[in-house]
Protein backbone atom coordinates (compact mmCIF):
# COMPACT_ATOMS: atom_id res chain seq x y z
CA UNK A 1 0.00 0.00 0.00
CA UNK A 2 1.38 3.61 -0.57
CA UNK A 3 -0.15 6.89 0.44
CA UNK A 4 0.92 10.34 -0.63
CA UNK A 5 -0.77 13.79 0.03
CA UNK A 6 0.05 17.09 -0.14
CA UNK A 7 -1.45 20.40 0.82
CA UNK A 8 -0.71 23.66 -0.84
CA UNK A 9 -1.70 27.42 0.27
CA UNK A 10 -1.68 31.12 -1.70
CA UNK A 11 -1.69 34.22 0.31
CA UNK A 12 -3.50 35.97 -2.86
CA UNK A 13 -3.75 39.25 -0.24
CA UNK A 14 -3.96 39.69 3.47
CA UNK A 15 -7.93 39.12 3.31
CA UNK A 16 -7.60 36.64 0.74
CA UNK A 17 -6.13 32.82 0.97
CA UNK A 18 -6.30 29.99 -1.67
CA UNK A 19 -5.46 26.52 -0.84
CA UNK A 20 -5.81 23.23 -2.60
CA UNK A 21 -5.24 19.65 -0.94
CA UNK A 22 -4.13 16.15 -2.88
CA UNK A 23 -4.25 12.77 -2.17
CA UNK A 24 -3.44 9.14 -3.63
CA UNK A 25 -3.94 6.07 -2.40
CA UNK A 26 -2.75 2.76 -4.15
CA UNK A 27 -2.93 -0.78 -3.53
CA UNK A 28 -0.96 -3.52 -4.99
CA UNK A 29 -2.22 -6.70 -4.84
CA UNK A 30 -0.68 -9.90 -4.60
CA UNK A 31 -2.68 -11.86 -6.96
CA UNK A 32 -4.86 -10.91 -10.31
CA UNK A 33 -7.97 -12.61 -8.89
CA UNK A 34 -9.71 -10.94 -5.85
CA UNK A 35 -13.03 -11.86 -3.72
CA UNK A 36 -15.44 -8.92 -3.15
CA UNK A 37 -14.82 -6.57 -0.97
CA UNK A 38 -11.39 -7.36 -1.46
CA UNK A 39 -10.59 -5.01 -4.65
CA UNK A 40 -7.38 -2.93 -4.66
CA UNK A 41 -8.27 0.30 -4.49
CA UNK A 42 -6.18 3.24 -6.60
CA UNK A 43 -8.01 6.41 -5.36
CA UNK A 44 -7.40 10.16 -6.08
CA UNK A 45 -8.98 12.86 -3.91
CA UNK A 46 -8.04 16.58 -4.45
CA UNK A 47 -10.05 19.50 -3.07
CA UNK A 48 -10.15 23.27 -3.38
CA UNK A 49 -10.84 26.05 -0.65
CA UNK A 50 -11.07 30.00 -0.68
CA UNK A 51 -11.32 32.16 2.67
CA UNK A 52 -12.16 35.62 2.51
CA UNK A 53 -12.66 37.88 5.37
CA UNK A 54 -13.06 41.44 4.92
CA UNK A 55 -13.91 44.64 7.10
CA UNK A 56 -17.13 46.03 5.79
CA UNK A 57 -18.22 49.92 7.28
CA UNK A 58 -21.34 49.23 5.09
CA UNK A 59 -22.83 46.77 7.82
CA UNK A 60 -21.09 48.82 10.48
CA UNK A 61 -23.84 51.53 9.24
CA UNK A 62 -26.41 49.62 8.55
CA UNK A 63 -26.36 47.88 12.03
CA UNK A 64 -26.13 51.61 13.44
CA UNK A 65 -29.25 52.76 11.76
CA UNK A 66 -30.99 50.31 13.45
CA UNK A 67 -33.05 51.95 16.71
CA UNK A 68 -31.33 51.56 20.12
CA UNK A 69 -28.20 50.15 18.91
CA UNK A 70 -24.91 51.94 18.80
CA UNK A 71 -21.88 49.52 17.20
CA UNK A 72 -18.39 50.35 18.62
CA UNK A 73 -16.75 47.23 16.43
CA UNK A 74 -15.81 47.15 13.42
CA UNK A 75 -18.40 44.58 10.86
CA UNK A 76 -16.36 41.59 9.38
CA UNK A 77 -16.93 39.81 6.38
CA UNK A 78 -15.68 35.87 6.42
CA UNK A 79 -16.33 33.60 3.47
CA UNK A 80 -15.41 30.02 3.72
CA UNK A 81 -15.83 27.84 0.72
CA UNK A 82 -14.95 24.62 -0.06
CA UNK A 83 -15.16 21.53 -2.79
CA UNK A 84 -13.55 18.40 -2.79
CA UNK A 85 -14.19 15.09 -5.04
CA UNK A 86 -13.14 11.39 -5.15
CA UNK A 87 -12.37 9.62 -7.81
CA UNK A 88 -12.23 5.90 -7.20
CA UNK A 89 -10.14 3.55 -9.29
CA UNK A 90 -8.92 0.13 -9.54
CA UNK A 91 -4.87 -1.17 -9.36
CA UNK A 92 -3.20 -0.85 -12.20
CA UNK A 93 -1.85 -4.90 -11.46
CA UNK A 94 -5.23 -6.19 -12.44
CA UNK A 95 -5.37 -3.83 -16.17
CA UNK A 96 -7.98 -1.14 -14.60
CA UNK A 97 -10.65 -3.49 -14.26
CA UNK A 98 -12.88 -3.71 -11.41
CA UNK A 99 -13.72 -7.35 -11.73
CA UNK A 100 -14.17 -9.84 -8.87
CA UNK A 101 -14.49 -13.49 -8.65
CA UNK A 102 -17.45 -14.96 -6.76
CA UNK A 103 -16.23 -18.23 -7.57
CA UNK A 104 -13.17 -19.58 -9.87
CA UNK A 105 -13.77 -23.24 -9.05
CA UNK A 106 -10.76 -24.16 -7.94
CA UNK A 107 -12.33 -26.56 -5.47
CA UNK A 108 -14.16 -28.44 -7.76
CA UNK A 109 -11.49 -30.54 -8.90
CA UNK A 110 -8.67 -32.28 -6.53
CA UNK A 111 -5.19 -31.36 -7.84
CA UNK A 112 -2.91 -34.20 -7.76
CA UNK A 113 1.00 -33.12 -8.63
CA UNK A 114 2.62 -35.56 -10.46
CA UNK A 115 6.28 -33.87 -10.50
CA UNK A 116 7.70 -35.30 -7.44
CA UNK A 117 10.81 -37.97 -9.00
CA UNK A 118 10.03 -39.96 -6.14
CA UNK A 119 6.64 -41.28 -6.65
CA UNK A 120 7.64 -42.48 -9.82
CA UNK A 121 8.96 -46.46 -10.27
CA UNK A 122 9.95 -48.05 -12.89
CA UNK A 123 7.84 -49.22 -15.43
CA UNK A 124 7.07 -52.97 -15.76
CA UNK A 125 7.86 -54.17 -19.46
CA UNK A 126 4.52 -53.84 -22.08
CA UNK A 127 2.91 -57.37 -23.14
CA UNK A 128 4.17 -56.71 -26.65
CA UNK A 129 6.57 -58.47 -28.36
CA UNK A 130 8.55 -55.76 -29.60
CA UNK A 131 9.14 -54.99 -26.04
CA UNK A 132 8.91 -58.33 -24.49
CA UNK A 133 11.30 -60.81 -25.68
CA UNK A 134 9.97 -63.65 -22.88
CA UNK A 135 6.65 -63.44 -24.83
CA UNK A 136 5.36 -63.05 -21.34
CA UNK A 137 6.95 -65.87 -19.51
CA UNK A 138 7.35 -65.58 -15.66
CA UNK A 139 10.85 -64.93 -14.07
CA UNK A 140 12.80 -64.43 -17.33
CA UNK A 141 15.27 -62.09 -17.79
CA UNK A 142 14.88 -61.32 -21.33
CA UNK A 143 11.79 -59.11 -20.42
CA UNK A 144 14.06 -56.35 -19.90
CA UNK A 145 16.44 -56.86 -22.58
CA UNK A 146 15.32 -53.95 -24.85
CA UNK A 147 14.81 -51.36 -21.36
CA UNK A 148 16.60 -48.79 -22.24
CA UNK A 149 18.32 -46.08 -19.56
CA UNK A 150 16.09 -42.93 -18.39
CA UNK A 151 16.62 -41.27 -15.43
CA UNK A 152 14.04 -38.43 -13.77
CA UNK A 153 14.55 -36.06 -12.04
CA UNK A 154 13.46 -31.90 -10.68
CA UNK A 155 16.66 -29.47 -10.80
CA UNK A 156 17.15 -27.49 -8.04
CA UNK A 157 15.60 -23.81 -8.29
CA UNK A 158 18.80 -22.68 -6.08
CA UNK A 159 20.74 -23.03 -9.48
CA UNK A 160 18.48 -20.56 -11.37
CA UNK A 161 19.10 -17.39 -8.68
CA UNK A 162 21.83 -15.35 -9.49
CA UNK A 163 24.35 -14.86 -7.08
CA UNK A 164 22.53 -17.31 -4.47
CA UNK A 165 23.51 -21.04 -5.95
CA UNK A 166 25.62 -19.77 -8.72
CA UNK A 167 28.86 -21.12 -6.93
CA UNK A 168 27.12 -24.66 -7.27
CA UNK A 169 26.69 -24.92 -10.99
CA UNK A 170 29.33 -26.63 -13.12
CA UNK A 171 31.28 -24.64 -15.11
CA UNK A 172 30.78 -26.95 -18.63
CA UNK A 173 26.78 -26.20 -17.61
CA UNK A 174 25.37 -22.94 -19.64
CA UNK A 175 21.76 -22.50 -18.32
CA UNK A 176 20.55 -20.81 -21.63
CA UNK A 177 20.89 -24.25 -22.90
CA UNK A 178 17.23 -25.75 -23.38
CA UNK A 179 17.83 -28.85 -21.55
CA UNK A 180 19.43 -27.50 -18.31
CA UNK A 181 17.65 -23.73 -18.48
CA UNK A 182 14.64 -22.78 -16.38
CA UNK A 183 11.39 -22.91 -17.33
CA UNK A 184 8.46 -20.00 -16.75
CA UNK A 185 4.61 -20.43 -15.49
CA UNK A 186 3.80 -18.53 -18.65
CA UNK A 187 5.66 -20.63 -20.76
CA UNK A 188 3.40 -24.21 -20.07
CA UNK A 189 -0.01 -22.04 -18.97
CA UNK A 190 -0.51 -19.10 -21.36
CA UNK A 191 -3.53 -18.04 -19.11
CA UNK A 192 -1.76 -18.22 -16.10
CA UNK A 193 -1.98 -15.34 -13.11
CA UNK A 194 1.43 -14.75 -12.66
CA UNK A 195 2.87 -14.22 -9.02
CA UNK A 196 4.41 -10.97 -7.84
CA UNK A 197 8.21 -11.78 -8.36
CA UNK A 198 10.30 -14.31 -10.41
CA UNK A 199 8.94 -17.72 -10.05
CA UNK A 200 10.17 -20.75 -11.63
CA UNK A 201 7.94 -23.45 -13.08
CA UNK A 202 8.72 -26.75 -11.11
CA UNK A 203 9.18 -29.42 -13.86
CA UNK A 204 9.52 -33.13 -13.80
CA UNK A 205 12.71 -33.85 -16.47
CA UNK A 206 12.99 -37.16 -17.95
CA UNK A 207 16.37 -38.21 -19.76
CA UNK A 208 16.30 -41.39 -22.36
CA UNK A 209 19.37 -42.59 -23.15
CA UNK A 210 18.33 -45.55 -25.67
CA UNK A 211 21.99 -46.75 -26.72
CA UNK A 212 22.64 -47.48 -22.75
CA UNK A 213 21.63 -50.43 -21.24
CA UNK A 214 18.59 -49.48 -18.60
CA UNK A 215 17.87 -50.41 -15.01
CA UNK A 216 17.47 -53.94 -14.64
CA UNK A 217 18.61 -54.90 -17.97
CA UNK A 218 20.47 -58.50 -17.76
CA UNK A 219 21.17 -58.44 -21.61
CA UNK A 220 24.16 -60.98 -22.23
CA UNK A 221 23.99 -59.89 -26.16
CA UNK A 222 22.75 -63.58 -27.15
CA UNK A 223 19.26 -62.09 -27.77
CA UNK A 224 18.87 -61.35 -31.89
CA UNK A 225 16.31 -58.69 -31.13
CA UNK A 226 18.65 -56.79 -28.82
CA UNK A 227 22.32 -56.85 -29.96
CA UNK A 228 24.61 -55.37 -28.22
CA UNK A 229 28.39 -53.85 -29.13
CA UNK A 230 31.72 -54.33 -28.38
CA UNK A 231 31.27 -51.02 -25.99
CA UNK A 232 28.09 -52.11 -24.38
CA UNK A 233 26.38 -50.03 -26.40
CA UNK A 234 23.04 -51.17 -27.82
CA UNK A 235 23.24 -51.80 -31.73
CA UNK A 236 19.67 -51.17 -32.16
CA UNK A 237 18.45 -48.20 -29.93
CA UNK A 238 15.48 -47.50 -31.76
CA UNK A 239 14.11 -50.61 -30.85
CA UNK A 240 14.67 -49.92 -27.01
CA UNK A 241 11.87 -48.44 -24.71
CA UNK A 242 11.58 -47.30 -20.82
CA UNK A 243 9.22 -46.60 -18.65
CA UNK A 244 8.68 -45.07 -15.64
CA UNK A 245 4.58 -45.57 -13.73
CA UNK A 246 3.09 -43.90 -10.78
CA UNK A 247 -0.39 -44.71 -9.09
CA UNK A 248 -2.84 -41.88 -8.01
CA UNK A 249 -3.40 -42.28 -4.10
CA UNK A 250 -6.03 -39.31 -3.28
CA UNK A 251 -9.17 -41.88 -3.43
CA UNK A 252 -9.57 -44.36 -1.28
CA UNK A 253 -12.42 -45.89 -4.04
CA UNK A 254 -10.80 -48.47 -6.00
CA UNK A 255 -13.12 -48.77 -8.54
CA UNK A 256 -11.90 -45.22 -9.51
CA UNK A 257 -8.40 -45.72 -9.17
CA UNK A 258 -6.00 -45.15 -11.95
CA UNK A 259 -2.79 -45.78 -13.06
CA UNK A 260 -0.49 -43.17 -15.07
CA UNK A 261 2.30 -44.75 -17.17
CA UNK A 262 4.82 -42.72 -19.23
CA UNK A 263 6.27 -44.67 -21.70
CA UNK A 264 8.43 -43.79 -24.38
Given at each position: ?34 LIGN ?83 LAAT ?139
Open positions: RSLLGTRLDYKLSDDINIGGTFLYYNERPLITRNEPARNIQYGLDMNLKKNSRVLTKMVDALPFLQTKEVSTVTVNAEFAQLLPGTSNKIHGEGTSFIDDFENAATPYSLLSPQGWKPREPAFDLSNGALNNLKAGYNRGKLSWFQVDNIFYIQGGGGSYVPKDIKLANHYTRPVLPNEIFPYFDPYIGNFYQPVLNLAYYPSERGQYNYNDGTASQALLKSDGSFANPEKNWAGITTAIRTNVDFEQSRKWSIRR
